[in-house]
């Protein structure tokens, strides 16, 4: 789920972030960056880290991982991060491959074991989030080879895969490099699409971040991102991600407000996004540099049972991006849902979600 900060028009810091997505022009982006960095003193040498110093490495997470939270070295020697939730795998209970939102982690995947549908989710952190380490000059591109290697190390063979939100471009590009014998099918949820569909009816707090990460340098992203949400998300005090995280969902659709009533799933929006800082905001800063341009085209895609599901009042992903999406990807179905927003559509969905999921998967 892609959850963005709304900025206090009062910072000077927010202003000029702000005019820089009104702002058309490269070189002009790259000097208020520059501008940025030198009124701000930011140290850039986190160009060449992996993370914000404040973060919490890996190594030190270890011995604090949950049954469900796991680590898989790839043969590059990064690691990956994943949790396990619901159904042991076996026959009959089909597998799905969970890719989570923006900036948001492996945990979110658990959501999708709220309902009585037998099924075993392996949910994947992103590079330099959650569990896995970062990735120097990673692209979209580079995430099906990930999952192919996760997948004959848990030895899955066949299983769906399910992104949402910012986790729609990881879960659409499987169709790239991944065959349809072993992908039974892809689903998305509330996805973010390319940004030359439109932005029209986005937050204008999203279309901002989106714009300034076109243009800006990964480290002064990161110290934004930082600023925004790492300083709050890694606070040993959850309390305090969370009351910040409520100051923003309260100017929020009153559908989207009203999931967060349900303890249980605010507690774990809440651990997720704290989750996704663990390292630090240099991995959520590269994730976010990603999405204006996702290195391939949805015309390119070829690919059975692709189902995309968007609430038809989303303002964080609107759905008339999705509508356009599935005007160019080959054989997709898209399910507007009406009255519902970016969260409230998995939230007061998931049952539905998931049990047509399990059906694409049906011979």
């Known amino acids: 789920m892609v959850l963005l900060w709304s900025c206090d028009a009062s910072h000077s810091k927010d202003v000029a972030v702000s005019f820089m997505a009104t702002t058309t022009g490269a070189l002009t982006c790259v000097q208020l960056a520059l501008d940025l960095d030198r009124i701000f003193d930011w140290d850039q040498s986190l160009t060449h880290l992996p993370a914000i110093s404040r973060g919490i490495s890996?190594?030190?997470?270890?011995?604090?991982?949950?049954?469900?939270?796991?680590?898989?070295?790839?043969?590059?020697?990064?690691?990956?991060?994943?949790?396990?939730?619901?159904?042991?795998?076996?026959?009959?209970?089909?597998?799905?491959?969970?890719?989570?939102?923006?900036?948001?982690?492996?945990?979110?995947?658990?959501?999708?074991?709220?309902?009585?549908?037998?099924?075993?989710?392996?949910?994947?952190?992103?590079?330099?989030?959650?569990?896995?380490?970062?990735?120097?000059?990673?692209?979209i591109l580079d995430w099906p080879a990930d999952v192919l290697g996760?997948?004959?190390?848990?030895?899955?063979?066949?299983?769906?895969?399910?992104?949402?939100?910012?986790?729609?471009?990881?879960?659409?590009?499987?169709?790239?490099?991944?065959?349809?014998?072993?992908?039974?099918?892809?689903?998305?949820?509330?996805?973010?699409?390319?940004?030359?569909?439109?932005?029209?009816?986005?937050?204008?707090?999203?279309?901002?971040?989106?714009?300034?990460?076109?243009?800006?340098?990964?480290?002064?992203?990161?110290?934004?991102?930082?600023?925004?949400?790492?300083?709050?998300?890694?606070?040993?005090?959850?309390?305090?991600?969370?009351?910040?995280?409520?100051?923003?969902?309260?100017?929020?659709?009153?559908?989207?407000?009203?999931?967060?009533?349900?303890?249980?799933?605010?507690?774990?929006?809440?651990?997720?996004m704290r989750e996704a800082f663990r390292q630090g905001a240099m991995g959520p800063a590269w994730d976010c540099g990603l999405y204006p341009n996702w290195g391939f085209e949805l015309e390119e895609l070829d690919a059975q049972n692709v189902l995309l599901w968007h609430g038809e009042n989303d303002v964080n992903a609107p759905c008339a991006m999705a509508v356009k999406a599935e005007k160019l990807i080959k054989v997709p179905k898209l399910r507007v849902v009406e009255g519902e927003s970016h969260m409230s559509l998995s939230y007061h969905h998931i049952e539905e979600i998931v049990q047509t999921i399990v059906d694409l998967g049906l011979d």
């Open 58 to 139: 890996i190594e030190m997470a270890l011995n604090s991982l949950s049954q469900d939270s796991q680590i898989f070295t790839l043969p590059s020697s990064r690691t990956l991060g994943y949790a396990v939730f619901g159904d042991p795998p076996g026959p009959g209970i089909p597998t799905i491959l969970y890719f989570h939102g923006f900036p948001t982690s492996r945990i979110e995947g658990s959501f999708f074991t709220t309902t009585k549908i037998k099924v075993h989710v392996v949910a994947i952190d992103r590079p330099g989030m959650g569990l896995s380490s970062f990735q120097p000059s990673r692209r």
């Open 150 to 272: 996760l997948t004959e190390h848990l030895q899955i063979e066949k299983f769906h895969v399910a992104g949402a939100s910012g986790g729609a471009p990881y879960a659409l590009v499987c169709a790239k490099d991944i065959p349809p014998t072993r992908l039974l099918s892809i689903s998305v949820v509330s996805g973010i699409y390319p940004l030359s569909l439109g932005t029209e009816g986005m937050l204008l707090e999203a279309r901002v971040l989106l714009y300034a990460a076109a243009w800006l340098p990964q480290f002064i992203m990161a110290r934004l991102l930082d600023w925004e949400f790492g300083t709050a998300a890694t606070n040993r005090d959850p309390k305090v991600f969370e009351d910040s995280f409520m100051k923003v969902i309260d100017s929020r659709n009153e559908r989207d407000r009203r999931c967060l009533d349900d303890v249980s799933f605010r507690k774990s929006m809440i651990e997720s």
